[in-house]
């Protein structure tokens, strides 16, 4: 996958109003994380492949003064994240590869990122490019849908037809410690409205019976959660 491919994708899934779906799918569990993450007054976030910016105004909003900046490679998902934005927020919205962060060393004391870094185009340099900009003592908290132990998430590469990197909970883990990360943990999070209603499921390119919908359910997203030393 290349810089191209990613913007021209995600620039469709814009203008095709999944931006929006993906708040209504993704916000159970975000607030679940981002209500952990112990952001203090005055502390600076940047949300890593923010999208339509919903989860970059959340963690503009948790604390009095905080502030957040969303970075996404895609024009169309920050125009939508600005057309979005409310004026409560200290929120902004950059253009911006995971690649290439446009930031000085040490600059954020909370890197959060939802269902978006496995389509770096360069991992190891993505993460390594997220250090850089994690003040010491600062976090890093990365949520993934699709991982090895979540098996049914293997077919999104195909159905989705975007390249994703699928990492076990144990490469995630080596992955965020090889970028410097220490005191690295993961976590499974549940979306706490559950499944859904049998009667209203239908079969999808993703899913293939009720029985996989709770399958994937129970899986969860696996949270990875890492801290820059001192
Ligand atoms: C599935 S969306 C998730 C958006 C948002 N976090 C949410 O939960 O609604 C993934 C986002 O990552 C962005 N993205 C993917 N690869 C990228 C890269 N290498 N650099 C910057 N943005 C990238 C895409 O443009 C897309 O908007």
């Not at 469709?12 to 109003?17: H, I, L, M, R, T």
């Amino acid at each position: 996958m290349t810089h191209e491919n990613i913007i021209s994708t995600f620039n469709s899934w814009a203008q095709d109003g999944r931006a929006e779906g993906m708040e209504e799918g993704h916000g159970d569990v975000v607030r679940q994380v981002i209500s952990q993450l112990e952001i203090r007054p005055g502390m600076q976030s940047l949300d890593v492949g923010c999208g339509s910016g919903w989860a970059t105004r959340l963690l503009a909003s948790s604390a009095p003064g905080a502030g957040a900046v969303g970075v996404d490679a895609s024009p169309e998902m920050i125009a939508r994240a600005e057309a979005g934005h409310d004026l409560t927020s200290r929120a902004r919205y950059e253009v911006c590869t995971f690649e290439g962060l446009d930031f000085p060393d040490n600059r954020f004391d909370r890197i959060f990122s939802m269902e978006a870094l496995y389509y770096a185009v360069d991992l190891p340099l993505a993460l390594a490019e997220v250090f850089r900009v994690t003040k010491p003592d600062g976090h890093c908290d990365i949520i993934v849908d699709r991982f090895k132990e979540s098996s049914l998430t293997e077919r999104w590469e195909e159905t989705c037809g975007v390249a994703m990197h699928y990492l076990s909970e144990a490469e995630w883990k080596e992955a965020l410690e090889a970028a410097g990360y220490q005191d690295v943990t993961c976590t499974r999070v549940i979306d706490s409205r559950g499944p859904g209603a049998e009667e209203d499921f239908e079969t999808s390119a993703h899913l293939a019976s009720w029985q996989e919908k709770v399958e994937l359910h129970e899986a969860g997203s696996l949270w990875i959660h890492g801290v820059k030393p001192a």
